[in-house]
């Protein structure tokens, strides 16, 4: 079985060095990240900095890993001989894999087959080597593709011995148990948005072809089904922001893909065209994708782009949006009553904040009320600046506004929005706003003063909630053992 797969990863390397361009889904685009040498194994990016695999495969010591941020390249570790995935703890410290040892057809080696724990991976000057930073001592994990740092600290690392004895292993310094047995080629493992793990395994067909599927597990290793099988192919896997899993390697050698698998087991394409997508990382931060494709020298970068106009939104200007033009960003509309505004997992690390905002406020009925033609904004004090498109629902990319009968929802994976006018009360307007994925910076000794909801500044259409007033005006908490600010 090991000689089968180093046969199958041997053909993906060929083939690979004609990569057509990668193609991205309506909604989304692309763009590459430079690297010093080839990319191998996995990629994670914490802020502005990237940590990825580099060098030959298959080759005894020969590979390394590479911080890729403002201050260049940096090589931060050493003498890898076949790199899989990669996870980054809350501490810095770095969890990679590699699944070749003395014997394994990479020549003779200091170390290989188990999990490695590299510290300090985001701030480091100096290198350490592979051998000597082994969690469990080498041979442990002789299959070893992807790992994943759980709540608890433990590395869950999948080792994909196929034959039905792959099996996802539970890693603490020293001591490696199976979590969960009976798999085959098993790869990506991800944490959904429930708190339930996503793990990928496929089937090696005769003709070297792979058939997969996405299991879903308990972290104790309790299973709880297929939510998707019958893929064609199946290797790393990230969640998005939306809560869909992204599956790579989906398709023939020379010509494969990465798809999003929503929480109801349906199946998009997420980006096509890539030799053989391997690792794959999701960036909450930027809503982006990065994916490595073997035997080259970028990063693939899949971002979100609402508007369609081939750049990430998560580099546009504030004001780059599709919302109308307005004479000021400031309301000046009437107060919010019945406000209620949270702001939560502020705790590291970054990228998971979420943001709930709701309340009613009495504004002017001409013109009407339209979000479509204006779009919508959120200003929390100096934390929260948010914009909201305009622009209707588009069933592709299942973002935008839906209307009807005088009220309004917003759709977007990282943001909802709901608008409700009063029938008997003309000019009242109910509304609630939720966010995910965001990355606040809150001063707990100078908590946000007030929250403000625009719809059309111009026309008076917003709401602004005060939360420092004289009792029994709202006022903000800071709950800092749950990482949360409420203010009501």
Request: proline share 6%.
């Amino acid at each position: 079985m090991r000689r089968a797969i180093r046969t199958l990863l041997a053909m993906l390397l060929a083939v690979t060095a004609a990569r057509a361009a990668v193609m991205a889904a309506p909604g989304y685009a692309v763009h590459t990240i430079a690297t010093p040498d080839t990319v191998e194994g996995g990629v994670v990016r914490q802020g502005d900095a990237i940590l990825v695999g580099q060098g030959p495969s298959f080759t005894a010591g020969a590979q390394s890993i590479v911080r890729l941020d403002a201050g260049g390249p940096a090589t931060i570790a050493t003498g890898f001989n076949s790199l899989g995935g990669f996870d980054l703890a809350p501490d810095g410290t770095l969890y990679v894999v590699d699944n070749c040892f003395t014997g394994d057809g990479c020549g003779t080696t200091a170390t290989g087959d188990t999990v490695y724990a590299i510290p300090d991976a985001l701030t480091r000057t100096t290198a350490v080597t592979a051998a000597g930073h082994e969690v469990v001592p080498p041979g442990t994990i002789p299959f070893a593709s992807d790992v994943f740092v759980a709540p608890d600290g433990a590395a869950l690392v999948s080792d994909a011995a196929g034959n039905g004895a792959g099996r996802v292993v539970r890693v603490v310094p020293g001591t490696a148990t199976d979590l969960i047995g009976g798999l085959d080629l098993v790869g990506g493992i991800t944490l959904a948005a429930d708190g339930t793990l996503r793990i990928v395994d496929a089937v090696l067909n005769p003709d070297f072809s792979t058939t997969g599927k996405v299991l879903e597990s308990k972290l104790d290793g309790t299973p709880l089904g297929t939510l998707v099988s019958g893929l064609a192919g199946g290797f790393a896997a990230a969640t998005d922001g939306a809560g869909n899993v992204l599956v790579s390697s989906i398709g023939p050698f020379g010509s494969s893909k990465v798809i999003a698998v929503a929480p109801d087991g349906g199946v998009s394409d997420r980006a096509t065209g890539f030799g053989f997508s391997g690792d794959v990382f999701f960036d909450a931060v930027r809503d982006e994708a990065l994916v490595l494709d073997f035997g080259v020298t970028d990063i693939v970068a899949v971002c979100r782009d609402q508007d369609g106009d081939g750049a990430c939104d998560a580099d546009e200007p504030p004001t780059t949006t599709t919302q109308a033009p307005t004479t000021t960003t400031t309301c000046t509309g009437a107060a919010v009553a019945r406000a209620k505004l949270m702001l939560g997992k502020l705790a590291p690390p970054a990228g998971d904040d979420t943001l709930a905002f709701k309340g009613e406020m009495r504004i002017p009925t001409s013109p009407a009320v339209d979000p479509v033609a204006t779009g919508a904004r959120v200003i929390v004090g100096e934390v929260v600046d948010l914009t909201i498109p305009g622009g209707a629902f588009d069933p592709a990319t299942k973002t935008g506004w839906k209307a009807k009968h005088g009220s309004f929802k917003y759709h977007g994976d990282t943001v909802k929005v709901s608008l409700a006018a009063s029938t008997k009360r003309p000019g009242l307007v109910k509304f609630k706003v939720a966010g995910k994925g965001g990355s606040y910076v809150v001063d707990p000794a100078h908590l946000p003063r007030q929250a403000t909801l625009i719809l059309d500044a111009a026309a008076g259409q917003c709401g602004e909630a005060g939360f420092a007033g004289p009792a029994p005006a709202p006022v903000c908490v800071y709950k800092a053992k749950r990482g949360k600010v409420q203010c009501k």
